[in-house]
């Protein structure tokens, strides 16, 4: 009997259920950041749009859509572009060139109510122009001089504790770009 009951149970797989996952890693191309986000700043809105329809010059239905826009904005420097010479011989590290900011700013728009009614539908176009606009809004508000100007002084400072080294070994620190202003280099 349990000769039978085993041979039964190994036949029919009547012990639990088997589960197989097949896993696969594609891997394109790995290469080396040099970039430096030396500042992030993230805002948030909300932003009322009604959309109203007029019959000789009354209103007859509107619609709302309140939207929220939640937008990251990030100054960073490539440091690939970065150049420097040694002048070992009179202890100088010579900057010749140093990056623009690269400014990115990431918008993302949730629509958090809309009234639709019966008669006035809001269509797929209509939602598209109001997170568009919500959008162009939101990169309208962010002031870009002032951002770049806090990211070079950040800039400056993180350059300033990477060149510890050098001005612990006695080596003066020369800007020929004339980016780099007066923080300690």
Avoid: W
């Amino acid at each position: 009997m349990l000769l039978l009951f085993f041979g039964l149970k190994s036949c029919l797989n009547l012990g639990g259920k088997t589960e197989k996952s097949d896993y696969y890693i594609l891997t394109n191309q790995i290469s080396k950041m040099n970039k430096m986000v030396v500042l992030e700043q993230d805002i948030s809105s909300m932003q009322k749009t009604k959309m109203s329809y007029e019959f000789f010059g009354s209103e007859m239905t509107s619609n709302n859509i309140i939207t929220y826009t939640k937008t990251n904005a990030q100054v960073s420097y490539d440091l690939n572009k970065m150049k420097m010479k040694v002048d070992s011989i009179n202890k100088k590290l010579i900057i010749t060139e140093l990056p623009d900011a690269n400014i990115r700013i990431t918008p993302s728009v949730e629509i958090q109510s809309m009234d639709d009614s019966f008669f006035n539908r809001i269509s797929e176009k209509d939602i598209k122009n109001v997170t568009q606009k919500a959008k162009e809004t939101a990169v309208k508000s962010i002031n870009q001089n002032k951002l770049r100007d806090e990211g070079h002084k950040q800039l400056m400072e993180n350059l300033n504790n990477i060149f510890v080294l050098a001005k612990a070994l006695n080596y003066t620190i020369e800007d020929q770009t004339g980016k780099l202003g007066v923080l300690g280099l």
